[in-house]
Structures are given as structure tokens and as C-alpha cells.
């Protein structure tokens, strides 16, 4: 039996109990994996001499495993537990990431992405079914807690990818830190796996229900969000390298700007949580993302173009946790459900939304190719709109994440 503390289910609070801060190591891990993943794309581009369009398929076959790993986390979860599916996940993850940094060229490093974005997904699922759960009343909060530690994982990986390029190390470092980390998590979980939810517990909450129709407007949305974001991670450094000049160490490096937002969107958007509601933060969200994005495609001086970079990051950084808050809050009681039909639809917007981009700048250049992101915000706006998912009448606030 696990000996942490009883969770008081109806606090506004998250509790930080073992099993909470083992989930936040590892959801901060999975985000380290993926925004050094977009900072390595033109670094390895330079290695093996392929296109853009090429070298989006990295990101696509990382996606599509994800999405393959989606349809199957919820039965697995079901069959084996959430806390044997998580340990599964995350060593699984670490050999995909070994295998991507590996010599061999193309065939080889698209394998690799593809079985860390599979295992990733099992990974990421069932860290985000059992905050919700172990939490309650306080699941949104911690999710959004989460996300931004994770945020905070994303602003330091692109950073030691870039350092790793400028010097002797070498940008792989900067994915292998992520293999150590999920080893070195794994050993402080122990044998003890239960207290993340043994088998038979997904079960009996879903009873052969299906997610209502009013879940799929918020998983469109959440496909636009996420198609936003991934077409700027995986892309950001190509932009910063054509129009400000940037070498690749220095593009790669200043990715940071983008996740360092991220973060800083996180922590406001928590506070402003105690007063608005996720709807109107979401809009608010979306304008401050257009603005930055203006300012990022719109000028070559190279402060602007950082400074368009980090709010446009302030901006989206809202958007994965109270879009999957929604798709819970949609789902009348399938959590594990709804967090892997998000993941699902992120996937699939990941895999299509960075392709099509790179597939474009070849055709028409990257910098008319890149107007793809404000449609993507612009197509969000409007699902809110016409399709709204209200806060519950007396719902909990998220709370702020740093007390």
C-alpha cells in the first residue's frame, strides 16, 4: 500500500503527495523530449542533407505513433493498470529517444521518433488521467501545475540542445539528459505501482459508455491549439535562421523564447483562472498569440522577432491544459477516455499541421508558408464561439500554481 496522504477530494488545492510529484517528473521529461525534439529537426536536417519537407516527417511519424499509441492506452490501461502502463511508457520512450540520436542516417532516426512518440503517448495519457483522478476537485490545477514545471522543462532542453551544438558535446546531449531523467524516475517509483491505478479500475468507470458528440468540438479546437504550437517549435528555428540571420546553434537555443512564454502563459493563466472564465481566457488567449505571431513574422530585427516569439508563447501557453480540461469536462465522467481521444486528436494535428507546413515553404517559401499558424488560431476562435463549453455552475477555479 502506498503511504501517501489521503487526497482531500474536494480541495481547490493540489495535493503534492509521491505519486503527484513522480507524475510531474515524468510529464516535465516528456516535455524536455519534445521541445528539444524541435530544436534538433534543423540541426539533423544540416546532417543529413534533406529538405524541409523531408525532415518534417520526423515530426509526422513521431505524431502518428502518438496517435497509435492513443487508440490503444485506454484498453491497456484497462488490461494492465495505469502504474504498470506508465513504467512501460517511460522506459519504452527512453530506447525510442536512444534510437533517434543514433549514427545510421534517415531510416534510422525516423524509427526512433516514431517508437518514442508510440511509447510517449501511454506515457503522457496516463500521467494526465491520473492527476485528474488522484486530485479531484483539484485535477484541473494540478494539470495546469504540471504543465507549467513542464513548460519550464521545455524552455531548459532547447537551451542545453543549443549549447550541446556549439561545443564539443553536441546537440544529442541535450535528448539524452531525457533518457536519464526517465531512468532516474523510474528507480525513485519503486516496485510500488499500484497507487497510480491498478487494472480493472478504467473499467468500471467508462461502463461501455461512449464520449458524448459535444466532446469532439473541444477536441477540433484542441487540434488547432496544438497544430499552433507544433508549427512553431518544430518550425521556430528555421524562421529565426532565415529572417534573423541566426546561426543553427543560436536558432536552436533561442527556441527557448517560445517555451520560455509558454511557461510565463502557464503561471498567468492559472491566476486569471480564479476570476474569468476558461472560455474568455481562451479568447483572450488566442488575440495575445496573433499579436506575437504579427511581431515574430512581420520584422527581421532579431529582439523583435524574439520578443513576437515569447508572447505568441504566452499566448498559447494555455492552451493544451484548459483544452483538455474541456475535453474532460465534456466527457460526463470518462476521463481516461477523453484524455486519450486529446491525445489522439494532438496527435493527429501535430502529425499533419508541421508536414503541411514544411511541404508548403517548399512549394511557395517558408516565410509566405508560416501564415499557416494565425489560420490555425483564427479556425480555434471560431469553435469557441459558435461551440462554447461553459464552466459547471459552482466549479472550482483553477488555483494559482505557485502558492
Known amino acids: 500500500m502506498s503511504n501517501s496522504p489521503v487526497v482531500p477530494r474536494l480541495s481547490t488545492t493540489p495535493v503534492r503527495d509521491r505519486a503527484t510529484w513522480i507524475a510531474y517528473a515524468q510529464m516535465a521529461c516528456y516535455a524536455w523530449f519534445i521541445y528539444s525534439f524541435g530544436a534538433t529537426l534543423a540541426l539533423l536536417r544540416d546532417e543529413q542533407g534533406t529538405s524541409r519537407s523531408v525532415s518534417s516527417l520526423h515530426g509526422s511519424l513521431m505524431a502518428i505513433g502518438g496517435l497509435l499509441g492513443g487508440l490503444l492506452t485506454a484498453r491497456a490501461i484497462d488490461r494492465w493498470g495505469r502504474g504498470r502502463v506508465l513504467r512501460v511508457g517511460a522506459i519504452a520512450t527512453a530506447i525510442g529517444i536512444l534510437v533517434y540520436t543514433m549514427p545510421g542516417g534517415l531510416p534510422v532516426t525516423l524509427f526512433g521518433i516514431f517508437f518514442a512518440g508510440f511509447a510517449g503517448a501511454f506515457l503522457l495519457i496516463s500521467i494526465n488521467a491520473f492527476l485528474l483522478d488522484h486530485q479531484g476537485a483539484a485535477g484541473p490545477s494540478s494539470l495546469t501545475e504540471s504543465n507549467a514545471l513542464s513548460s519550464f522543462a521545455g ?186 481521444a486529446a491525445s489522439v486528436a494532438g496527435s493527429i494535428a501535430i502529425a499533419v499541421a508541421p508536414f503541411c507546413l514544411g511541404a508548403l515553404s517548399d512549394v511557395i517559401g517558408f516565410h509566405e508558408a508560416f501564415l499557416l499558424v494565425p489560420v490555425f488560431l483564427l479556425v480555434a476562435l471560431v469553435i469557441l464561439i459558435v461551440r462554447p463549453v461553459p464552466d459547471e455552475p459552482g466549479a472550482v477555479r483553477v488555483v494559482p500554481i505557485l502558492e
Open 155 to 340: 524552455l531548459v532542453g532547447p537551451l542545453v540542445v543549443g549549447v550541446g551544438a556549439a561545443t564539443f558535446f553536441g546537440w544529442r546531449v541535450g535528448m539524452w539528459a531525457v533518457v536519464v531523467a526517465l531512468l532516474v524516475a523510474e528507480i525513485i517509483r519503486g516496485r510500488n505501482t499500484a497507487v497510480f491505478g491498478v487494472a480493472g479500475e478504467v473499467a468500471r468507470h467508462h461502463d461501455g459508455r461512449h464520449l458524448p458528440r459535444r466532446v469532439y468540438w473541444t477536441l477540433a479546437a484542441l487540434m488547432c491549439f496544438l497544430a499552433t504550437e507544433f508549427s512553431l517549435t518544430f518550425w521556430g528555428a528555421d524562421l529565426l535562421r532565415e529572417r534573423c540571420n541566426f546561426g543553427p546553434a543560436a536558432a536552436a537555443a533561442s527556441l527557448a523564447s517560445v517555451t520560455g512564454g509558454m511557461l510565463v502563459g502557464r503561471v498567468l493563466g492559472s491566476r486569471l483562472a480564479q476570476r474569468f472564465s476558461t472560455e474568455l481566457i481562451l479568447k483572450g488567449s488566442i488575440g495575445l498569440a496573433l499579436v506575437g505571431f504579427g511581431l515574430a513574422w512581420g520584422f527581421t530585427l532579431w529582439p523583435i522577432v524574439i520578443l513576437g516569439m515569447f508572447t505568441t508563447g504566452v499566448g498559447i501557453g494555455v492552451h493544451w491544459p484548459l483544452g483538455v480540461a474541456r475535453a474532460v469536462r465534456s466527457s460526463g465522467g470518462l476521463t481516461d477516455h477523453a484524455a486519450a
